[in-house]
């Protein structure tokens, strides 16, 4: 290849970078300090939770490495017995809580993305065949959807994950409780999606371009992914964004109330759980700093997606 061929190749990708280094979308963002800053604590917790094997003073699930007299240490402080100090303290069994917090996190981003990409998945697809199809399909799929709506979804959650693990035999129930909770939380979501996709693919199905796909004989399907799909992405990716942090405090919402991960694997809602049980004696940094991990983390993705709704919105530009 010459370097002629490999410039030409490569001002294509140039240029697209360009276009997005000046797009509307990036100049709202770099004037918005407050989505600036939650991106950073979004981005910290991220990476945090991705190399918590690497990054954490110790691994708190391996019984090897705890040691029960440096249970309940003050954040800094040196332990009365080993001298030992953690940064955020420990908890009732001797883990360092700045650990399980990283650890923690792995469990509830997983559980929020996994319920987030499988809620998408379904609304998407049947909204798509909703507002494509019309007819009884079309009052089928929404009066579902009306019926769930009408539930919190998190009792709809509460319900499917009881119904799930009730099918289940009593020794899985610990080894398939994060799949069971992703279901369930994903599940109980699909809703807003379908909905917001119906409405989007009603309005782009009378278009020149989709009549154009039928008059050349494009099969429904073809037409739904590969010509109306593009177009409801935008607003797909906002509910998502939004979803993720609603997804994220259902999960944590149940384990706290005791009905998702189990303790051996804690997730930040377990965490929670855990520290409000000492809260009363003192010991208010086990329950202090994962809930204020939980708070940033959702209030960070909410502050995210409120910004993208805006920035996607053309009427707004």
């Given amino acids: 290849m010459t370097d ?3 410039s030409a190749s490569l001002s294509p990708m140039r240029a697209r970078l360009r276009a997005w280094a000046h797009s509307d979308v990036l100049y709202s963002f770099r004037r918005s300090p407050t989505i600036v800053v939650s991106a950073l604590v979004l981005a910290a917790i991220l990476i945090g939770a991705l190399l918590a094997p690497f990054v954490s ?5 391996d019984p090897a490495s705890l040691n029960l007299m440096d249970g309940k240490t003050p954040p800094m402080t040196p332990n009365q017995f080993t001298g030992a100090s953690f940064l955020l303290g420990t908890d009732d069994q001797g ?3 700045l650990s399980v917090i990283l650890y923690g996190s792995r469990i509830s981003l997983l559980v929020g993305f996994a319920s987030v990409l499988l809620s998408a998945v379904m609304g998407v697809l049947l909204g798509l065949i909703a ?5 009884q399909i079309d009052n089928l799929i929404m009066r579902v959807a009306d019926i769930q709506l009408t539930f919190p979804s998190i009792l709809v959650a509460l319900m499917i994950f009881g119904v799930v693990k009730g099918f289940l035999p009593p020794q899985a129930h610990e080894s398939a409780a994060l799949p069971v909770l992703i279901f369930s939380i994903g599940l109980s979501a699909w809703p807003q999606y379908a909905r917001t996709v119906r409405g989007v693919t009603m309005v782009e199905r009378n278009k020149e371009y989709v009549q154009a796909a039928r008059v050349i004989g494009l099969r429904p399907m073809i037409i739904m992914t590969r010509h109306v799909l593009p177009n409801v992405l935008g607003p797909v990716l906002v509910i998502a964004t939004l979803g993720l942090a609603l997804a994220i ?18 997730s930040l809602g377990t965490l929670i759980r855990i520290g409000q049980e000492y809260i009363a004696s003192g010991e208010w940094w086990i329950l202090f700093f994962p809930a204020l991990t939980l ?9 995210i997606g409120d910004w993208l709704r805006d920035a996607l919105n053309p009427k707004l530009r």
């Fill in 4 to 6: 002629d061929t490999a």
């Fill in 57 to 61: 003073p110790q691994n708190p699930f």
């Fill in 95 to 97: 883990r360092d809580v």
């Fill in 131 to 135: 507002g494509y199809r019309g007819g």
């Fill in 249 to 266: 405090i259902s999960e944590a919402t149940l384990s706290f109330l005791g009905v998702g991960v189990p303790p051996t694997n804690p």
């Fill in 295 to 303: 708070l940033a983390l959702s209030l960070s993705v909410n502050l």
